[in-house]
């Protein structure tokens, strides 16, 4: 399962850099890249026999920084919504963008394609921990 994690995110990561290309390093971007990659460093090493509490670690970095990759994500999405959607629907709306394809091909696999990470990592960490 940590194999399978760790190709995942480096597909991630490849989409990932894509996306940020002619992009500006604004704090959001920051937020979500940096700890990203360090987090893939920590779970390399989890991967190849790494203690489970990296792995606990990389889970709640992953936390926070997919978080503001769906901030940037709804930043994105702004010109197709209708100003008056604001707060939690907005994310909701921009969700059904993301489903419906109505965002760029790169955006749409990136947003889709984290969730694998994600819950691949959470599957890996538990399997982890269980002894």
Known sequence: MRIFV???WL??????VSLLRGRR????VILHVLPIAVALGLWTWFTFDGPPAVGWIVFGVLVVALT???AMMVRRAAGLL???VTGIRRYGRTLGLVFTGRLPAPVVFHALFSAVVFFGALAACLLATRG
């Not at 597909?11 to 990932?16: F, L, N």
């Not at 390093?25 to 959001?28: E, K, V």
Request: charged share 10%.
């Open 11 to 16: 597909v991630q990561a490849a989409v990932g």
């Open 25 to 28: 390093a604004t704090p959001l």
């Open 82 to 84: 209708p100003p008056e």
């Open 68 to 70: 503001a990759g769906d």
């Open 6 to 8: 760790l190709v995942a």
